[in-house]
């Protein structure tokens, strides 16, 4: 069983400045994804990032990087230059990695996240 | 591209009526999913199908069932509707690589009260 825990349910931050999203999990799997998943009002579940929890090197998208820390658990999400259309709810999940196409995505509760323009 | 698309998107039911939610996503991918959103939660899965063929519980699958109609649809049927089923429905799809799933991609929701 895998449980993913966001402990900040709101963040705010200044447009143009860098953001900190928390996220810290538990899981009995040996190999896992962890992700973050933007919902902005439109409702659309939105995938920002991906890491698999075997590689070392913390992924990065555009303005988008994690900090994985897996002997701790934890895999936050760090925003650089924030714009206004970052605004969302953010959802920290994990699967873990089957051999029959079978993972199933256990979610955090979500951290809303506003731009201060 | 369409990916994945639900219908309905809003729906309104009374305590025992009966309701399916459609989903069909046309990327040929194996696996789906149906999770619920309730507000100050996140998603929650309700049942999944890893291929053509085959369904199985998530993690809250009472009051519900769930048809794959082939490899591009997922049905989701609510017997008998009940207040505790309001919620935001989603539906999503994946594919099976050598080292897991991809992402899942994720429908638009179904907003469903029951009132």
């Known amino acids: 069983a895998q449980t993913v825990t966001q402990s900040q349910p709101e963040m705010s931050v200044q447009e143009a400045e860098t953001v900190t999203l928390s996220c810290t999990y538990d899981t009995s799997e040996s190999d896992y994804y962890l992700f973050w998943y933007k919902q902005p009002p439109s409702r659309q579940m939105i995938l920002v990032i991906r890491?698999?929890?075997?590689?070392?090197q913390n992924a990065t998208e555009n303005r988008f990087s994690v900090n994985f820390q897996k002997a701790a658990k934890s895999f936050s999400l760090k925003i650089s230059d924030s714009q206004l259309g970052d605004a969302a709810m953010y959802f920290c999940?994990?699967?873990?990695?089957?051999?029959?196409?079978?993972?199933?995505?256990?979610f955090g509760t979500g951290t809303r996240l506003t731009i201060i323009p | 591209n369409a990916g994945v698309t639900q219908t309905p998107k809003f729906q309104v039911l009374k305590t025992g009526q009966s309701m399916t939610l459609q989903c069909a996503q046309d990327?040929?991918?194996?696996?789906m999913y149906w999770y619920r959103q309730d507000p100050g939660m996140g998603l929650r899965l309700i049942y999944y199908s890893a291929s053509e063929g085959t369904t199985d519980k998530g993690e809250v699958p009472n009051g519900y069932n769930v048809s794959r109609l082939n490899k591009r649809e997922f049905s989701l049927r609510l017997e008998s509707a009940a207040p505790s089923q309001t919620s935001v429905y989603f539906c999503?799809?994946?594919?099976?690589?050598?080292?897991?799933?991809?992402?899942?991609?994720f429908g638009d929701g179904t907003r469903l009260s029951i009132l």
């Open positions: 990327m040929n991918h194996n696996s």
């Open positions: 999503a799809s994946s594919e099976y690589r050598a080292r897991g799933n991809q992402p899942q991609h």
């Open positions: 999940a994990t699967n873990p990695i089957s051999n029959f196409g079978n993972e199933k995505l256990t």
């Open positions: 890491q698999e929890a075997y590689k070392q």
